[in-house]
Protein backbone atom coordinates (compact mmCIF):
# COMPACT_ATOMS: atom_id res chain seq x y z
CA UNK A 1 0.00 0.00 0.00
CA UNK A 2 1.38 3.71 -1.13
CA UNK A 3 2.33 5.60 2.51
CA UNK A 4 -0.77 8.18 1.66
CA UNK A 5 -3.13 5.58 1.63
CA UNK A 6 -1.95 4.43 4.58
CA UNK A 7 -2.23 7.36 6.53
CA UNK A 8 -5.62 7.63 5.55
CA UNK A 9 -6.62 4.05 6.68
CA UNK A 10 -4.84 4.55 9.95
CA UNK A 11 -6.57 7.91 10.32
CA UNK A 12 -10.01 6.31 9.70
CA UNK A 13 -9.72 3.80 11.74
CA UNK A 14 -9.23 6.47 14.51
CA UNK A 15 -12.69 7.33 14.14
CA UNK A 16 -15.20 6.99 16.29
CA UNK A 17 -18.58 5.72 14.14
CA UNK A 18 -20.55 6.29 16.76
CA UNK A 19 -19.61 10.04 17.53
CA UNK A 20 -19.75 11.61 14.29
CA UNK A 21 -20.40 15.27 14.05
CA UNK A 22 -23.77 15.54 12.63
CA UNK A 23 -22.93 18.68 10.77
CA UNK A 24 -19.88 19.69 9.79
CA UNK A 25 -19.50 23.29 7.83
CA UNK A 26 -15.77 24.21 5.89
CA UNK A 27 -15.27 27.86 5.07
CA UNK A 28 -12.98 27.18 1.84
CA UNK A 29 -10.43 29.68 2.02
CA UNK A 30 -6.86 30.00 0.51
CA UNK A 31 -7.73 29.54 -2.88
CA UNK A 32 -6.08 32.71 -4.22
CA UNK A 33 -2.72 31.99 -1.68
CA UNK A 34 -2.53 28.57 -2.88
CA UNK A 35 -2.56 29.98 -7.01
CA UNK A 36 0.00 32.58 -5.82
CA UNK A 37 2.67 30.58 -4.30
CA UNK A 38 2.26 28.99 -8.13
CA UNK A 39 2.60 31.80 -9.89
CA UNK A 40 -0.62 30.64 -11.38
CA UNK A 41 -4.29 33.13 -11.78
CA UNK A 42 -6.31 33.17 -8.58
CA UNK A 43 -8.67 31.30 -10.56
CA UNK A 44 -6.57 28.25 -11.30
CA UNK A 45 -6.44 27.81 -7.21
CA UNK A 46 -10.59 28.26 -7.30
CA UNK A 47 -10.53 25.32 -9.72
CA UNK A 48 -7.94 23.22 -7.47
CA UNK A 49 -10.37 23.70 -4.76
CA UNK A 50 -13.04 22.69 -6.66
CA UNK A 51 -11.58 19.00 -7.09
CA UNK A 52 -11.19 19.27 -2.99
CA UNK A 53 -15.17 20.01 -2.92
CA UNK A 54 -15.73 16.87 -5.69
CA UNK A 55 -13.28 15.04 -2.62
CA UNK A 56 -14.45 16.11 0.69
CA UNK A 57 -18.68 15.86 -0.76
CA UNK A 58 -17.72 11.95 -1.40
CA UNK A 59 -15.67 11.48 1.57
CA UNK A 60 -18.51 12.64 3.80
CA UNK A 61 -21.43 11.12 2.44
CA UNK A 62 -19.32 7.77 2.45
CA UNK A 63 -18.35 8.06 6.05
CA UNK A 64 -22.06 8.98 7.51
CA UNK A 65 -22.23 13.00 7.77
CA UNK A 66 -25.87 14.25 7.66
CA UNK A 67 -24.71 17.89 6.92
CA UNK A 68 -22.24 19.29 4.99
CA UNK A 69 -22.50 23.35 4.63
CA UNK A 70 -19.53 24.49 2.34
CA UNK A 71 -19.13 28.35 2.12
CA UNK A 72 -18.53 29.21 -1.37
CA UNK A 73 -19.31 32.58 -1.89
CA UNK A 74 -19.94 35.63 0.94
CA UNK A 75 -22.41 38.62 0.75
CA UNK A 76 -19.00 39.79 0.97
CA UNK A 77 -17.00 38.17 -2.14
CA UNK A 78 -19.12 40.82 -4.40
CA UNK A 79 -16.30 43.21 -3.84
CA UNK A 80 -13.31 41.42 -5.67
CA UNK A 81 -12.78 42.35 -9.13
CA UNK A 82 -15.45 41.41 -12.14
CA UNK A 83 -12.66 38.83 -13.62
CA UNK A 84 -12.55 36.61 -10.46
CA UNK A 85 -16.25 36.97 -9.63
CA UNK A 86 -17.17 35.52 -13.37
CA UNK A 87 -14.55 33.03 -12.87
CA UNK A 88 -16.21 31.35 -9.43
CA UNK A 89 -19.68 31.64 -11.22
CA UNK A 90 -18.77 29.36 -14.41
CA UNK A 91 -16.96 26.78 -11.64
CA UNK A 92 -20.44 26.97 -10.35
CA UNK A 93 -22.30 26.11 -13.11
CA UNK A 94 -19.35 23.47 -14.05
CA UNK A 95 -19.87 21.90 -10.62
CA UNK A 96 -23.39 21.54 -10.80
CA UNK A 97 -23.40 20.23 -14.42
CA UNK A 98 -20.47 17.47 -13.83
CA UNK A 99 -21.48 16.58 -10.59
CA UNK A 100 -25.25 16.57 -10.62
CA UNK A 101 -25.99 13.22 -11.79
CA UNK A 102 -23.76 11.47 -9.63
CA UNK A 103 -25.01 13.89 -6.25
CA UNK A 104 -28.31 12.53 -7.34
CA UNK A 105 -27.62 8.82 -7.51
CA UNK A 106 -25.49 9.31 -4.65
CA UNK A 107 -28.61 10.41 -2.82
CA UNK A 108 -27.69 13.68 -1.84
CA UNK A 109 -29.67 16.45 -1.72
CA UNK A 110 -28.42 20.16 -2.55
CA UNK A 111 -29.53 23.09 -0.48
CA UNK A 112 -28.25 27.13 -1.19
CA UNK A 113 -27.47 28.76 1.47
CA UNK A 114 -28.11 32.56 1.22
CA UNK A 115 -29.96 34.98 -1.07
CA UNK A 116 -29.24 33.53 -4.58
CA UNK A 117 -32.14 35.38 -6.12
CA UNK A 118 -28.95 38.09 -6.70
CA UNK A 119 -27.21 35.58 -8.70
CA UNK A 120 -26.87 36.52 -12.61
CA UNK A 121 -29.73 34.30 -13.60
CA UNK A 122 -27.78 31.17 -15.44
CA UNK A 123 -26.20 30.44 -12.02
CA UNK A 124 -29.34 30.95 -10.19
CA UNK A 125 -31.49 28.75 -12.49
CA UNK A 126 -28.69 25.92 -12.55
CA UNK A 127 -28.95 25.97 -8.57
CA UNK A 128 -32.48 25.83 -8.46
CA UNK A 129 -32.88 23.10 -10.79
CA UNK A 130 -30.19 21.17 -8.88
CA UNK A 131 -32.31 21.58 -5.49
CA UNK A 132 -35.64 20.59 -7.33
CA UNK A 133 -34.00 17.49 -8.66
CA UNK A 134 -32.33 16.38 -5.37
CA UNK A 135 -35.21 17.60 -3.28
CA UNK A 136 -36.21 13.68 -2.05
CA UNK A 137 -32.71 13.02 -1.38
CA UNK A 138 -32.18 11.42 2.27
CA UNK A 139 -28.70 10.38 2.42
CA UNK A 140 -26.69 13.86 3.12
CA UNK A 141 -27.71 17.81 2.93
CA UNK A 142 -25.15 19.24 0.80
CA UNK A 143 -25.27 23.44 1.28
CA UNK A 144 -23.63 25.38 -0.47
CA UNK A 145 -23.02 28.98 0.67
CA UNK A 146 -23.45 31.37 -2.47
CA UNK A 147 -24.39 34.70 -1.71
CA UNK A 148 -24.32 33.96 1.45
CA UNK A 149 -23.29 36.21 4.99
CA UNK A 150 -25.02 35.25 8.87
CA UNK A 151 -26.02 38.94 9.34
CA UNK A 152 -28.21 38.97 6.12
CA UNK A 153 -29.34 35.39 7.07
CA UNK A 154 -30.41 37.10 10.54
CA UNK A 155 -31.67 40.13 8.59
CA UNK A 156 -34.04 38.23 6.39
CA UNK A 157 -35.27 36.01 8.95
CA UNK A 158 -36.08 39.33 11.22
CA UNK A 159 -38.14 40.83 8.21
CA UNK A 160 -39.71 38.03 8.07
CA UNK A 161 -40.65 37.26 11.72
CA UNK A 162 -42.47 40.59 11.53
CA UNK A 163 -43.99 40.13 8.46
CA UNK A 164 -45.44 37.06 9.86
CA UNK A 165 -46.27 38.64 12.81
CA UNK A 166 -48.09 41.63 10.85
CA UNK A 167 -49.71 39.24 8.89
CA UNK A 168 -51.31 38.05 12.59
CA UNK A 169 -49.47 34.30 11.75
CA UNK A 170 -47.02 34.18 14.80
CA UNK A 171 -47.35 36.10 18.47
CA UNK A 172 -44.81 38.10 19.51
CA UNK A 173 -45.27 35.80 22.92
CA UNK A 174 -44.37 32.89 20.35
CA UNK A 175 -40.95 33.90 19.55
CA UNK A 176 -37.89 31.77 20.86
CA UNK A 177 -35.25 30.14 18.91
CA UNK A 178 -37.06 27.18 18.35
CA UNK A 179 -39.13 29.41 15.90
CA UNK A 180 -36.68 32.11 14.85
CA UNK A 181 -34.37 29.00 13.38
CA UNK A 182 -37.49 28.21 11.32
CA UNK A 183 -36.73 31.68 9.46
CA UNK A 184 -32.94 30.65 8.96
CA UNK A 185 -31.76 29.05 5.37
CA UNK A 186 -30.76 26.22 7.98
CA UNK A 187 -34.39 25.58 8.76
CA UNK A 188 -34.92 21.92 9.63
CA UNK A 189 -30.93 21.24 10.37
CA UNK A 190 -29.33 20.81 13.47
CA UNK A 191 -26.53 23.06 14.31
CA UNK A 192 -22.77 22.68 13.27
CA UNK A 193 -21.19 20.54 15.17
CA UNK A 194 -17.99 21.22 14.02
CA UNK A 195 -16.74 24.37 11.82
CA UNK A 196 -13.48 23.66 10.08
CA UNK A 197 -11.36 26.76 8.35
CA UNK A 198 -8.21 25.94 6.25
CA UNK A 199 -5.53 28.71 4.81
CA UNK A 200 -4.70 30.46 8.36
CA UNK A 201 -7.03 33.21 8.85
CA UNK A 202 -8.40 32.45 12.58
CA UNK A 203 -11.62 34.31 11.86
CA UNK A 204 -15.80 33.50 10.85
CA UNK A 205 -16.05 35.89 8.12
CA UNK A 206 -19.70 35.84 8.34
CA UNK A 207 -20.78 31.98 8.39
CA UNK A 208 -23.54 30.83 10.12
CA UNK A 209 -23.08 33.58 12.97
CA UNK A 210 -26.24 32.32 14.49
CA UNK A 211 -26.01 28.36 14.09
CA UNK A 212 -21.99 28.44 15.62
CA UNK A 213 -23.34 29.09 19.05
CA UNK A 214 -21.87 25.89 20.53
CA UNK A 215 -19.80 24.49 17.05
CA UNK A 216 -16.43 23.37 17.57
CA UNK A 217 -13.84 25.13 15.29
CA UNK A 218 -10.86 23.30 13.84
CA UNK A 219 -8.26 25.72 12.36
CA UNK A 220 -5.67 24.38 9.90
CA UNK A 221 -2.66 26.50 8.06
CA UNK A 222 -3.46 24.40 4.65
CA UNK A 223 -4.70 26.36 1.66
CA UNK A 224 -8.16 24.59 0.90
CA UNK A 225 -7.07 22.84 -2.69
CA UNK A 226 -4.09 21.01 -0.61
CA UNK A 227 -7.28 20.29 1.99
CA UNK A 228 -7.35 15.97 1.66
CA UNK A 229 -9.61 13.31 2.73
CA UNK A 230 -6.65 12.93 5.27
CA UNK A 231 -6.99 16.14 6.71
CA UNK A 232 -10.70 16.14 7.09
CA UNK A 233 -10.34 12.99 8.62
CA UNK A 234 -7.88 14.88 11.13
CA UNK A 235 -10.43 17.19 12.18
CA UNK A 236 -13.39 15.29 12.89
CA UNK A 237 -10.67 12.84 15.26
CA UNK A 238 -9.78 16.00 17.05
CA UNK A 239 -13.64 16.84 17.39
CA UNK A 240 -14.01 13.84 18.52
CA UNK A 241 -11.35 14.34 21.66
CA UNK A 242 -13.64 17.53 22.47
CA UNK A 243 -15.56 18.22 25.80
CA UNK A 244 -18.94 19.33 24.89
CA UNK A 245 -20.44 21.39 27.69
CA UNK A 246 -22.48 23.86 26.17
CA UNK A 247 -22.29 25.97 29.65
CA UNK A 248 -23.14 22.89 32.01
CA UNK A 249 -19.90 21.17 33.97
C1 LIG B 1 -11.62 31.08 -1.01
O1 LIG B 1 -10.34 31.39 -1.40
C2 LIG B 1 -12.62 31.15 -2.13
C3 LIG B 1 -13.58 32.24 -1.99
C4 LIG B 1 -13.61 33.11 -1.04
C5 LIG B 1 -14.57 32.33 -3.03
P1 LIG B 1 -9.84 32.88 -1.54
O2 LIG B 1 -10.12 33.35 -2.92
O3 LIG B 1 -10.41 33.71 -0.47
O4 LIG B 1 -8.29 32.68 -1.34
P2 LIG B 1 -7.32 33.60 -0.51
O5 LIG B 1 -7.91 33.71 0.86
O6 LIG B 1 -7.25 34.91 -1.21
O7 LIG B 1 -6.03 32.87 -0.51
C1 LIG C 1 -14.61 33.48 3.35
O1 LIG C 1 -13.38 33.69 2.77
C2 LIG C 1 -15.67 33.29 2.30
C3 LIG C 1 -15.60 32.05 1.57
C4 LIG C 1 -14.76 31.08 1.78
C5 LIG C 1 -16.60 31.90 0.55
P1 LIG C 1 -12.85 35.14 2.45
O2 LIG C 1 -11.49 34.97 1.86
O3 LIG C 1 -13.83 35.89 1.67
O4 LIG C 1 -12.76 35.78 3.91
P2 LIG C 1 -11.84 36.91 4.47
O5 LIG C 1 -11.92 38.08 3.54
O6 LIG C 1 -10.45 36.36 4.53
O7 LIG C 1 -12.36 37.19 5.83
MG1 LIG D 1 -9.79 34.18 1.39
Do not use: C
Amino acid sequence: MKNRQRIIKDLKEQIDENNLPKHIAIIMDGNGRWAKKRFLPRTAGHKEGMERVKEIVEVSARLGIKHLSLYAFSTENWKRPEQEIDGLMKLLVQYLRSEIERLHKNNIKIKALGDISKLPSLQRKEVEDAMEKTKNNSRMILNIGLNYGGRDEIIVATKNILKDIKMGKMNIEDLDANTFEKYLYTKKQPDPDLLIRPSGELRISNFLLYQIAYTEFWFSNIYWPDFREEHFYQAIIDYQKRDRRYGGI
